[in-house]
């Protein structure tokens, strides 16, 4: 009871601080910074009197794992999988919530397609598509994903394509949002019959390294704000809705990050 007799004053006090702000001090500022606050301001008392979720965008070329990585998260096939063929076509966000609390994730078109996906899409480039899942509901960061096997190919359009939709972010919602990198399919990496967790031979550590250094360097090479890379393996089979093979590695620990 004391807890709740605490957030209780803690929110009452946070809130009049907001009106305050908003009534007395922002209506004084020249209109140029006026405008910027105000929008700043309103994403502060969204996320503490609102208490909502954090917002995450899965961006990636087309079979990076974007909808494996979603469903190893969840613990559910939640998502389609295209093993061939693409299958994401519009935007759609997706709910993750355990006893710590919860989160909202995009699962986006694909990168650097070769054919239309199985799904509907309302445009047709993958930037338009993104753009309009993004326009009323923007990520507050964004996962880049690349398979382990790519990372040294050619992925420097997929990382311009990825500039292009931070910069639309920064400029319709005025949000410059941090980039996590993303290493999928770790598992294929060399010696390729030591395919389970924790990955414990030498040779595959060493080129697991190998690729997180490599991607380290080409994402800041272009952007400032590249908070962590994180190698990963999001293979799980299901079957009538129940796990029966499960491959996944460091999920839980970029679902804690």
């Not at 063929?85 to 694909?110: A, E, N, V």
């Not at 311009?160 to 399919?185: A, C, L, M, R, W």
Request: charged share 35%.
């Amino acid at each position: 009871m004391e807890e709740m007799g605490n957030a209780e004053t803690f929110t009452s006090r946070l809130n009049s601080i907001f009106e305050i702000l908003a009534d007395k001090v922002i209506p004084k500022l020249p209109e140029a910074i006026r405008i910027i606050v105000e929008k700043e301001l309103e994403k502060l008392r969204e996320f503490f009197m609102e208490k909502r979720e954090p917002r995450f965008a899965i961006i990636g070329r087309r079979g990076s794992g974007k909808s494996s990585l979603i469903n190893a998260m969840f613990g559910n096939k939640v998502t389609e999988v295209g093993s061939v063929k693409s299958t994401t076509g519009l935007g759609k966000w997706y709910q993750y919530k355990d006893k710590k609390g919860k989160i909202s994730i995009l699962d986006t078109r694909g990168l650097g397609e070769g054919s239309t996906p199985k799904e509907k899409c309302n445009k047709k480039t993958v930037e338009e598509e993104i753009f309009i899942s993004i326009d009323n509901k923007y990520p507050d960061a964004l996962l880049f994903l690349c398979k382990a096997k790519e990372i040294d190919s050619r992925i420097d359009e997929d990382i311009d394509n990825f500039y292009n939709i931070k910069s639309y972010i920064q400029e319709k919602h005025n949000y410059n949002p941090p980039i996590v990198g993303i290493i999928t399919q770790v598992d294929e990496l060399d010696p390729v019959d030591v395919v389970e967790p924790p990955f414990t031979d030498t040779q595959k550590q060493k080129n697991i390294a190998t690729a997180k250094k490599i991607l380290e360097k080409k994402l800041n090479t272009k952007f400032e704000d590249v908070v962590e890379v994180i190698p990963t393996s999001a293979y799980v089979r299901f079957s009538n809705g129940e796990i029966v093979y499960d491959r996944r590695w460091n999920i839980d620990l970029l679902i804690e990050y």
